[in-house]
């Protein structure tokens, strides 16, 4: 089984510019998590996805972040502009259910984006 | 709001040493917890999956308990070896939400 998979690995870019981060989560994998990461922390959840609708963004800041899940596979996650204090790792994540039977909540996390704002 | 400590933040023992990982939350109403491992400049691999109607989970030298009363698990890891160094992570799910909350880690190294 192909695992989750993210690009770019690492991005450097200055503040004020833009980047976007894409992720393909293992097949059949209805929800799609993105998690933000900054160094010594815990991932944090920025937004998560049932098939293409939001579920949770509470914790998206909605004025320089956005994520879309276009017919419910892929994801993009973007920022404009980016800050000095988004550098992170923003990590994917999917399951195949958001919740239920044990083995199905299980996360499978990607690899992760680096991300350096400078 | 849950909130999830661990405790120690990093760890050094000597190879063939049992240790112990804790974590603690202050809302005893989750849904489940679990354990992750974090190898450096990797994701997250899942380790043990706790139900909060469960006691502990086992797997190979790796045992999870959870006292959900008190707020606490604890992540028992039995001979350690050097292929066990790596970050490990305790998440939280409660019962009203399916978000996970992330404890920020207890960084482990273990020597030859």
């Known amino acids: 089984e192909a695992g989750v998979a993210q690009s770019p690995r690492y991005k450097i870019i200055e503040k004020r510019q833009s980047v976007a981060f894409w992720c393909n989560p293992i097949?059949?994998?209805?929800?799609l998590y993105w998690y933000q990461q900054i160094l010594g922390q815990g991932p944090k959840l920025l937004i998560q996805?049932?098939?293409?609708?939001?579920?949770?963004d509470s914790q998206l800041p909605k004025d320089r972040f956005s994520a879309e899940r276009l017919k419910g596979v892929d994801s993009t996650l973007k920022i404009q502009p980016a800050k000095l204090e988004d550098s992170a790792v923003y990590l994917c994540a999917s399951s195949f259910l958001a919740g239920g039977i044990s083995g199905a909540n299980v996360l499978t996390f990607g690899a992760g984006s680096r991300l350096t704002v400078l | 709001k849950q909130e999830v400590t661990q405790i120690p933040a990093a760890l050094s023992v000597p190879e063939g040493e049992n240790l112990v990982l804790n974590c603690s939350f202050t809302d005893s109403a989750i849904y489940n917890l679990q354990w992750f491992r974090q190898d450096p400049g990797k994701g997250l691999t899942s380790l043990l999956l706790?139900?909060?109607?469960?006691r502990e989970q086992t797997s190979g030298r790796l045992n999870a308990s959870l006292d959900k009363s008190s707020g606490r698990s604890t992540l028992y890891i039995a001979a350690s070896q050097p292929g066990d160094s790596a970050t490990y992570l305790c998440a939280v799910r409660g019962d009203s939400s399916y978000k996970l909350i992330f404890g920020s880690g207890t960084r482990l190294l273990v020597r030859p």
């Open positions: 996805f049932q098939n293409n609708g939001v579920v949770d």
């Open positions: 706790i139900q909060s109607s469960q």
């Open positions: 097949s059949g994998h209805a929800t």
